[in-house]
């Protein structure tokens, strides 16, 4: 929902330092809440490393959203690109995660490179890096290529476990994939349509249908990954299974806005104002899917 006046007034600016406090807060005692009376070991430095991870989950989603929100717009002014900046900033933070990771573990940083959390830390920043450098030249499609890189890196790092983890690792290149075509592609589209002054039915129909293709995919991973991770009797008494909870409660609402864009866009009225309803909402699943790689993981409760 847009707030009333021009873009920096004051109730916009209270609006984002509300919403600032709000993200800071969740970030930072997220998962110290979510561990509360489970018992399981508390991680150091975990609301440090949830900002961290949510720079590189909202770096990765802005790039994507942008490369395919290009093709989205089709003719006509597109917004000014974020892809640099965005893509800079996750690999300051992969960067900072790996210092982080030599603090925490008393290890130099050449040691902390031979670890495989050190090594794939190393990948995803290079990658992003490398993104930033591509996105910079006259052919941004050239990012595709380290992106891909940083989406497997990623996934990798989340599926540590010894077993079939060729599975874990591909649903969760689909799902990151996925989620951060969905979410960075409706800020680009939305972008667009402001700058462009008048509602670009045609443009935000373009993205609905993709999105129908990406919502299938989040189902279809989301819930077998959870299935491979999560015993049933683990959803209430660990903290990834009640961080997860939060997360499908979110997915919903979203689902839910998502018929309610479409619905409007098949009447010809404006579609907008639950589009950037559901924009707000994916990012607090970016913030909570952050949270989710930081919380221990449950497969000690597996037979």
């Known amino acids: 929902m847009s707030l009333p006046g021009p873009l920096g007034t004051p109730i916009r600016l209270t609006a984002a330092v509300l919403a600032l406090v709000g993200v800071l807060t969740v970030a930072l005692l997220g998962v110290s809440l979510a561990q509360t009376g489970t018992g399981e070991l508390e991680i150091p430095a975990a609301g440090t490393i949830t900002l961290l991870r949510l720079l590189v989950l909202t770096a990765l989603a802005v790039q994507i959203g942008e490369l395919a929100g290009v093709r989205l717009a089709g003719e006509g002014p597109l917004p000014r690109r974020w892809s640099v900046p965005a893509a800079a900033t996750g690999a300051a933070a992969s960067a900072g995660m790996l210092v982080l990771l030599g603090r925490l573990s008393g290890l130099s940083l050449s040691t902390v ?39 497997g890196a990623e996934a990798m790092r989340a599926h540590p476990e010894a077993y079939t983890p060729a599975i874990g690792v591909s649903l969760t290149v689909v799902h990151l994939t996925a989620a951060s075509l969905w979410c960075g592609s409706l800020l680009y589209v939305l972008r667009t349509m402001r700058l462009r002054g008048t509602y670009s039915r045609d443009v935000l129909m373009r993205y609905a249908r993709m999105a129908v293709w990406l919502f299938a995919a989040l189902c279809a991973t989301g819930t077998v990954s959870t299935l491979r991770r999560l015993p049933l009797d683990g959803v209430l008494s660990t903290a990834y299974g009640r961080v997860l909870l939060v997360k499908l409660g979110l997915f919903g609402l979203i689902a839910l806005l998502a018929l309610t864009a479409r619905r409007r866009m098949l009447r010809g009225a404006d579609a907008r104002p639950p589009a950037r309803v559901e924009l707000g909402v994916l990012g607090l699943v970016v913030l909570v899917s952050a949270l989710l790689t930081v919380v221990p993981d449950p497969h000690w409760l597996l037979p």
């Open 113 to 151: 490179y031979g670890l495989r959390e050190g090594r794939l830390l190393l990948v995803t920043a290079n990658a992003l890096a490398l993104a930033a450098l591509c996105a910079a030249t006259r052919r941004p499609a050239l990012a595709l290529g380290p992106l891909a890189v940083a989406v």
